[in-house]
């Protein structure tokens, strides 16, 4: 009866409304997705009619069908903000049970996990204590506000060129006797720069992370000829007691590159040794000390030297006919670092500096797709779950095939087309009103059949 065909198409239309309506009120809802309601056609007839001779019986709602188109990313400024450009969803887990979300409005719990607002935790890949990811098995995220243990130095690596034309400085001189003697000319101290040429300090650490100053001192002995002098904190690094350096040598070829090396191994505590390997000075037996200004002694601080020693690498020294001076320097050393702050990178690794100037990975968010979408199962909070008509998620690292990569700092805003959703709006409010009169007018027939009669 036409009643029922009305009646379907006010139930058809209210359902409309209902869907534009949840819509607009979405408008603002991070990582919302719109969506759209279908209908289809009420065919009525009997196994033997003809269809051109059936009339439809009304109007049904074929399926409410989400929009996963992408929605804006917007700036925010906070770090644990993150969206998605491209596809993908994070991993989300309230106690083992798994969840997916557009919606990257993350924050930190008191345990320091990433949790989303209402506490369930984003899931991601960990990362070992020298920040390499362990990709894998999905874990909890988590940032780790602990400090950041000292590194012993063991290696300072540094380009110097020593210049070739530098005047000389030599060990030994011919004096006024006849015949001329040699002897000993101006002995090195640290604290007269006529006997040396030049001088690199270099921060070192120990143990326990405390700052010490090496000191390099160069003076050109001869043609391509040099030698060097060692000292940490103003002291023999095998020896707090004393201010004799470490010495060595370096000679050069005439093409300015190193043709030898040679260090002073005599006199040194039992344990500790001065040594040249592959154009490498290695310092082994280092005592870290401290000087006590009530009593003017330098004494041992309590921490050690690393057990293998200092390499200091040389292999890039040259000797050209240019000023004297440090390149480059690197030294693998620092002291204890505390959290200062977090960055996330396109790939959602997450990157922890620390108040030493060291950085590090202590994680890496996953994200996961599905081969049909529309199969996943709304489970509100803007977010969804795995069904079997969405098919099992393929979770990786962002930027892996066809995932998305992650816009940290910002998030991504609702799909939701504001003036297309009011023009919906109209639209459902005529086709309700339409069909209420079609309701209206069945009723004023029904009314005159029963006058006639």
Excluded: C
């Excluded at 009339?55 to 069908?65: E, T």
């Excluded at 998605?84 to 345990?111: C, E, M, P």
């Excluded at 020294?317 to 959290?339: E, V």
């Amino acid at each position: 009866m036409s009643f029922n065909i009305g009646l379907s198409g006010l139930y058809a239309a209210n359902k409309q409304l209902a869907v534009t309506g949840n819509n607009i009120a979405n408008v603002s809802t991070t990582g919302f997705k719109a969506s759209r309601a279908e209908f289809a056609d009420v065919y009525s007839a009997s196994k033997l009619g003809v269809g051109s001779k059936t009339v439809g019986n009304g109007v049904r709602l074929a399926a409410v069908s989400q929009q996963f188109g992408q929605g804006d990313i917007n700036n925010t400024g906070n770090v644990l903000d993150m969206g998605i450009q491209g596809q993908g969803y994070f991993v989300l887990s309230d106690n083992g049970s798994l969840s997916y979300t557009r919606s990257g409005a993350f924050q930190t719990n008191k345990d320091n996990y990433v949790v989303t607002s209402d506490g369930i935790r984003l899931q991601g890949y960990a990362a070992d204590v020298n920040g390499k990811i362990i990709k894998g098995v999905l874990t909890d995220l988590k940032i780790d506000t602990s400090a950041l243990a000292p590194k012993t130095t063991t290696l300072i690596d540094q380009g110097i060129n020593l210049n070739s034309s530098a005047p000389s400085i030599p060990l030994q001189v011919l004096d006024d006797s006849t015949p001329p003697v040699l002897v000993d000319n101006k002995t090195f101290d640290p604290s007269d720069e006529s006997t040396y040429t030049k001088s690199f300090p270099t921060k070192i650490y120990d143990s326990q992370g405390n700052e010490h100053t090496m000191e390099q001192f160069y003076r050109k002995t001869g043609d391509n000829q040099w030698t060097t002098y060692t000292l940490v904190d103003g002291r023999n690094p095998f020896d707090p007691a004393s201010t004799k350096p470490l010495s060595g040598t370096i000679s050069f070829n005439p093409d300015g590159s190193v043709k030898a090396m040679t260090a002073d191994n005599t006199g040194h505590p039992a344990g500790s040794e001065f040594t040249v390997v592959n154009n490498n000075f290695t310092m082994k037996g280092w005592v870290p000390a401290s000087y006590d200004k009530a009593t003017d002694k330098w004494a041992s601080n309590g921490s050690a030297g690393n057990a293998d020693g200092i390499r200091m690498n040389m292999t890039s020294t040259t000797s050209y006919n240019t000023d004297t001076a440090r390149m480059s320097q690197a030294q693998d050393g620092y002291a204890t670092g505390i959290l200062s702050s977090l960055s996330i990178d396109s790939t959602g690794v997450m990157f922890a500096s620390f108040s030493n100037q060291q950085s590090r990975a202590i994680g890496q968010v996953a994200i996961a797709s599905f081969a049909n979408e529309q199969g996943l199962e709304q489970l509100g909070g803007t977010r969804w779950k795995e069904t079997y008509a969405s098919g099992i998620p393929g979770i990786d690292t962002p930027k892996t095939g066809t995932l998305g990569s992650i816009e940290s700092n910002a998030l991504e805003a609702s799909n939701v087309n504001l003036t297309m959703e009011l023009v919906e709006l109209i639209k459902a409010q005529s086709n309700f009103q339409a069909n209420s009169k079609t309701i209206s007018t069945e009723s004023t027939i029904m009314q005159t059949i029963i006058q006639m009669t």
